[in-house]
């Protein structure tokens, strides 16, 4: 085992408006909470901590070994959650074939909790679930998905509602006797503690609870859990939220491709069981065109992210669809050598990805962030193969085989798309 030493640097906010749980900041966005960047709020390294590279032991819980699929309520839905949304969700998730193309989870994300009862227990918003989180869960196993939910790390959620800070091991019990699958477990209103502590806390009150569920971590990339969550979750997010635009920046969120950005050099601490997570998709959200959209999901699954579908499935156009459930590009992510892929090259507008599949070809994108069409070529030794070898090439949104090719691939890409391909020697 390789062991290296990092400085880990922790995130703290002294901004009010993180104490005061349920801010008014937060009423007049709705949507998208307050968090990790607040004005006020780096604390200085806490110092040289050990950490150990890609190498390390992955959660023991034997889930996630291929990045996890699903659809989660946040992106497009915020607060406005209840039990008819996840049950039409779920019901959308079978009827448009993104069940068959390998999506499994539906999470309720914030806002499904209102309170706590005098023996501390959660409790659910009774007019928005009003048959209860176990009959919710119940509906969602009965039609061959998994049901996820979502807490906090904090006293609050980000959005205010309680968090599970000193509940951990009553809400762990809870969830499992629910018959929860999966839980998000957010960063608002930590206080002072440590991430490192408060996640391993929550992984070991799962643990203790029986049931196994994926447990993902989303401290925003704060503390750099890539080096020290491989045997805490089975997925952490890498960066602050997303957006559903090309390449918008905010306070809190910015646009895939800054977010993309920050994947590059991770690619070493991803693996079966412990994925860099970049966020979920915002395919279908209606923000960015049809290319863009593609060329998001292709980077998402060169990138091995988690597959976690944002956009109302009830009410998808097919070329949207026609993205989420594209399975040659959903192969990729699923490879089962649980590689990330990483930036081969990158100059002015064109960037080369490239991920490496357990049957020794490899997924190629040919990304182009220019405003007009561009010709990207990849050579062959850039690719680690010998310069006269005849490859095969397949394209993966076309569906076609083009064909074998020497030395090098080339394609014409339009303004923000991608030309996703799979080379075979
Ligand atoms: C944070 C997370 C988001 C979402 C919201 C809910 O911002 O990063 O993905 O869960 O909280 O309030």
Same mark, same amino acid.
């Given at each position: 085992?390789?062991?290296?030493?990092?400085?880990?640097?922790?995130?703290?906010?002294?901004?009010?408006?993180?104490?005061?749980?349920?801010?008014?900041?937060?009423?007049? =966005?709705?949507?998208?909470?307050?968090?990790?960047?607040?004005?006020?709020?780096?604390?200085?390294?806490?110092?040289?901590?050990?950490?150990?590279?890609?190498?390390?032991?992955?959660?023991?819980?034997?889930?996630?070994?291929?990045?996890?699929?699903?659809?989660?309520?946040?992106? &497009?839905?915020?607060?406005?959650?209840?039990?008819?949304?996840?049950?039409?969700?779920?019901?959308?998730?079978?009827?448009?074939?993104?069940?068959?193309?390998?999506?499994?989870?539906?999470?309720?994300?914030?806002?499904?909790?209102?309170?706590?009862?005098?023996?501390?227990?959660?409790?659910?918003?009774?007019?928005?679930?009003?048959?209860?989180?176990?009959?919710?869960?119940?509906?969602?196993?009965?039609?061959?998905?998994?049901?996820?939910?979502?807490?906090?790390?904090?006293?609050?959620?980000?959005?205010? =509602?309680?968090?599970?800070?000193?509940?951990?091991?009553?809400?762990?019990? *809870?969830?499992? @006797?629910?018959?929860?699958?999966?839980?998000?477990?957010?960063?608002?209103?930590?206080?002072?503690?440590?991430? =490192?502590?408060?996640?391993?806390?929550?992984?070991?009150?799962?643990?203790?609870?029986?049931?196994?569920?994926?447990?993902?971590?989303?401290?925003?990339?704060?503390?750099?859990?890539?080096?020290?969550?491989?045997?805490?979750?089975?997925?952490?997010?890498?960066?602050?939220?997303?957006?559903?635009?090309?390449?918008?920046?905010? *306070?809190?969120?910015?646009?895939?491709?800054?977010?993309?950005?920050?994947?590059?050099?991770?690619?070493?601490?991803?693996?079966?069981?412990?994925?860099?997570?970049?966020?979920?998709?915002?395919?279908?959200?209606?923000?960015?065109?049809?290319?863009?959209?593609?060329?998001?999901?292709?980077?998402?699954?060169?990138? @091995? @992210?988690?597959?976690?579908?944002?956009?109302?499935?009830?009410?998808?156009?097919?070329?949207?669809?026609?993205?989420?459930?594209?399975?040659?590009?959903? @192969?990729?992510?699923?490879?089962?050598?649980? &590689?990330?892929?990483?930036?081969?090259?990158?100059?002015?507008?064109?960037?080369?990805?490239?991920?490496?599949? &357990?049957?020794?070809?490899?997924?190629?994108?040919?990304?182009?962030?220019?405003?007009?069409?561009?010709?990207?070529?990849?050579?062959?030794?850039?690719?680690?193969?010998?310069?006269?070898?005849?490859?095969?090439?397949?394209?993966?949104?076309?569906?076609?085989?083009?064909?074998?090719?020497?030395?090098?691939?080339?394609?014409?890409?339009?303004?923000?798309?991608?030309?996703?391909?799979?080379?075979?020697?």
């Amino acid at each position: 085992m390789n062991v290296h030493h990092y400085i880990a640097c922790d995130l703290r906010s002294n901004d009010p408006r993180w104490l005061r749980g349920a801010s008014s900041y937060w009423k007049s =966005r709705m949507k998208k909470p307050l968090h990790q960047f607040a004005s006020v709020g780096w604390m200085v390294c806490v110092g040289m901590l050990l950490a150990t590279s890609s190498r390390v032991v992955a959660l023991d819980n034997g889930l996630a070994l291929t990045p996890p699929m699903g659809w989660n309520s946040w992106n &497009k839905f915020g607060c406005n959650v209840s039990e008819d949304l996840i049950k039409s969700a779920a019901d959308a998730m079978v009827s448009t074939g993104m069940k068959d193309a390998g999506y499994r989870y539906v999470i309720i994300d914030d806002c499904w909790q209102v309170s706590r009862d005098s023996a501390g227990n959660i409790v659910a918003d009774p007019k928005r679930f009003p048959s209860g989180i176990k009959a919710l869960a119940d509906y969602v196993h009965a039609k061959g998905l998994k049901f996820g939910i979502y807490s906090c790390a904090g006293t609050n959620t980000c959005a205010g =509602r309680p968090g599970s800070r000193g509940h951990e091991s009553q809400d762990a019990i *809870q969830y499992a @006797a629910w018959g929860v699958d999966y839980l998000k477990y957010d960063w608002c209103n930590h206080g002072n503690e440590s991430a =490192r502590v408060a996640y391993g806390t929550m992984r070991d009150a799962l643990k203790q609870a029986g049931r196994p569920m994926v447990f993902s971590i989303c401290e925003w990339g704060t503390s750099k859990p890539w080096l020290w969550a491989g045997n805490v979750g089975n997925l952490w997010r890498t960066t602050g939220d997303i957006h559903d635009c090309w390449d918008c920046k905010e *306070q809190y969120w910015t646009g895939w491709t800054r977010i993309l950005d920050q994947q590059n050099g991770l690619e070493s601490f991803a693996g079966p069981g412990h994925w860099n997570d970049p966020d979920m998709l915002e395919v279908g959200n209606g923000g960015m065109s049809t290319t863009e959209y593609k060329s998001h999901f292709t980077l998402w699954c060169i990138l @091995a @992210a988690p597959l976690i579908a944002g956009n109302d499935l009830r009410n998808m156009p097919l070329e949207i669809k026609d993205i989420l459930t594209n399975r040659e590009l959903i @192969a990729i992510d699923q490879d089962t050598l649980g &590689k990330q892929g990483r930036r081969l090259r990158k100059n002015e507008h064109q960037e080369i990805w490239v991920k490496p599949l &357990k049957d020794g070809s490899r997924a190629v994108a040919l990304l182009n962030r220019g405003t007009s069409e561009e010709k990207i070529t990849v050579a062959w030794e850039e690719l680690g193969y010998p310069d006269g070898l005849s490859i095969s090439v397949r394209d993966l949104w076309a569906k076609n085989n083009l064909g074998k090719f020497i030395g090098r691939f080339s394609a014409s890409v339009p303004s923000h798309g991608v030309v996703a391909v799979k080379v075979s020697p």
